[in-house]
């Protein structure tokens, strides 16, 4: 106990470098707690001498491996979160024999999967089949890397770090085809094709949304969005992305489209189980199928908080007077809270056809997407105020209904009739 | 320097591999690995708006349209590919050559905008928001023209695939 205590306390002085202002010390250490293992790495290393790019390069890597280590950890937490929700919503237990109520489930599952055949089939490329899964999870890890997941605490701090974003994602399309094609085999063929046109197409209403938030905000830089959300308006309501006219739409856009970016239900058709198999994973097994669904999951954290990011403030708290409260644990309740009404959706929408995501994503996300843009621009010259939403809602509003309308009636594909399950 | 002495035989490794591989499969991804070295390469030189671009746009969208097109299409037969190597050597070299020599020239004789006055502090402390600037007001008639292409191109495409949709039956609906 008493050597928890002073490593406990050494920490908290070695957090305060970099901090002024704010009296509470306990806090302030709470604060930068997540820096601490990259702080301490440069003090211990300039202490020694060493010269300012090897220090810098150090705090580099010790901040690299502490984003991998809390999102891998989140990753081994969701899984199990997320079977012990679907069971729930299903009236059943779920996963409850290893550990307290299923607690060590994820560690069992670990073991498992690494004692598991790692078969390659006959017929596979060997080098992109060996390749494919852990270029699935390098992009995850690099756009975790540019997110600002606290006040103090942005991993890599990019001018350009949204675009960074984007462009690090297009690798995981090429290693889903990498993974479809090399397994030499049908059912990874086609979820690879399925994967990739689904990605393409959807990638489009994603950024198309973003757009707006970076014409608001002036910059591309995700911790100065983040600032730039910062206040309160009325003295109540936080001064997020999402409390705008344009905000409300261009974020469900964002949600939707992130839905089928992650590869969620109702968007989950690349690994329609029920269909083709396990899509492009369908000729993995051992610890390179593991890799396939940790990148998949960190791909969702990452896009959860990209959208955290751009729409809900980041790591600002949400009432005025919690702002004691170290702000990455804000940015994480929001994570979680994104995430946990991904599982909800999951457990209550069935998939849709490949036919009818395609329509919905070209005939009615993007356009609605791209009117998102000119209501962004009126938000900024009408001065921000009442004006800008008696223009907007309207001007979003009217579309929407009408689009809604031509969608049900006109192209809607035919109700099909089941000859076997109707008779 | 010593990133471009490290980056640049890789990509042209890879870009000689791309030519070279008889797989389509294998020379689409080498041209990919060759697009994204190269937008290492800016990154490392301070030119970080091309370079993230470049990623996002030529292995973003271009190496995974060429993929997407050869997931949807019929291999071709690998032997007629190598039997058919050196007639298409001699017209890529007709090709590239010119190419080549109109490069090197600019290369030796040096570009008007890379004068020694412009040091390269200046060029990399760029932002964007001037990028945006010079592109929509001096160099608008160039990507007025550029979006005049592509939409040309996206109606000339939606035309093909119009045309082959209604040469095959589509297929009918088992109900």
């Known amino acids: ?423 | 320097m010593i990133p471009l002495l490290i980056l640049s035989p890789l990509i042209v490794l890879a870009a000689l591999g791309a030519v070279w591989k008889a797989r389509p499969v294998h020379a689409a991804l080498l041209l990919a690995l060759a697009l994204s070295l190269t937008a290492v390469l800016y990154l490392t030189i301070g030119a970080d708006f091309i370079g993230l671009v470049q990623f996002m746009v030529y292995v973003g969208a271009v190496a995974v349209l060429i993929v997407f097109s050869l997931l949807i299409t019929r291999p071709s037969d690998e032997a007629e590919e190598i039997a058919r190597r050196p007639r298409s050597l001699a017209t890529g070299l007709f090709c590239t050559l010119p190419v080549l020599g109109v490069l090197m020239f600019s290369l030796i004789k040096g570009s008007p905008t890379a004068t020694a006055e412009n040091n390269a502090e200046d060029v990399i402390a760029l932002p964007i928001s001037k990028i945006g600037e010079v592109l929509f007001t001096s160099h608008a008639p160039a990507v007025l023209a550029v979006a005049v292409l592509l939409t040309a191109v996206m109606i000339g495409a939606a035309l093909f695939a119009r045309d082959t949709e209604k040469s095959q039956q589509p297929p009918s609906d088992p109900s």
């Open chain 1, 1 to 423: 106990m008493k050597v928890a205590g002073a490593i406990g306390l050494l920490m908290i002085s070695l957090a305060e470098n970099g901090f002024a202002g704010e009296d509470e010390r306990w806090f302030t250490g709470m604060e930068s707690l997540p820096c601490l293992p990259q702080r301490a790495v440069e003090m211990i290393l300039s202490n020694f001498g060493m010269p300012e790019w090897m220090v810098s390069m150090a705090g580099f890597f010790v901040a690299a491996f502490t984003v991998v280590a809390v999102f891998a950890g989140g990753f081994a937490l969701l899984s199990l979160v997320e079977r012990k929700t679907l069971a729930r919503i299903q009236n059943r237990l779920g996963p409850n024999r290893v550990g307290w109520f299923g607690i060590l489930q994820p560690v069992a599952d670990g073991i498992k999967m690494l004692t598991k055949e790692d078969i390659v089939p006959a017929k596979a490329e060997k080098l992109l089949h060996l390749l494919a899964p852990i270029l699935i999870v390098v992009p995850a890890i690099l756009a975790l890397g540019v997110l600002p997941l606290g006040r103090e605490w942005v991993p890599v701090h990019m001018e350009l770090g949204l675009l960074f974003f984007f462009s690090v994602g297009a690798l995981t399309e090429l290693s889903v085809f990498m993974a479809g094609w090399a397994s030499g085999s049908k059912f990874p063929m086609l979820g690879a094709m399925r994967a990739i046109s689904q990605m393409v197409s959807y990638e489009l209403p994603l950024m198309i949304s973003a757009l707006g938030v970076i014409m608001v905000s002036g910059t591309l830089s995700l911790p100065e969005i983040v600032d730039k959300q910062g206040g309160f308006l009325l003295g109540f309501i936080p001064a997020w992305n999402l409390f705008t006219p344009w905000g409300i739409f261009a974020g469900l856009i964002f949600y939707v489209a992130s839905l089928a970016e992650a590869n969620r239900c109702p968007f989950d058709l690349p690994e329609g189980e029920s269909e083709i198999v396990a899509g492009h994973m369908t000729e993995y097994s051992g610890f390179k199928y593991a890799l396939f669904f940790m990148g998949e999951y960190l791909g969702l954290f990452a896009i959860a908080g990209l959208g955290v990011t751009l729409f809900l403030g980041g790591w600002q708290a949400p009432l005025p007077g919690l702002g004691f409260v170290p702000s990455w644990i804000w940015f994480f309740g929001k994570l979680a809270v994104i995430i946990m009404t991904f599982l909800w959706i999951r457990g209550t929408f069935p998939r849709v056809r490949i036919d009818q995501l395609m329509r919905f994503a070209w005939l009615c996300l993007i356009p609605m997407a791209l009117l998102t843009i000119p209501a962004a621009a009126i938000w900024v010259f009408t001065g921000k105020g009442l004006l800008s939403w008696v223009i907007i809602i309207p001007l979003m509003l009217i579309p929407w209904v009408i689009m809604t309308l031509i969608f049900n009636r006109r192209l809607a594909p035919a109700t099909r009739t089941y000859t076997f399950a109707d008779s």
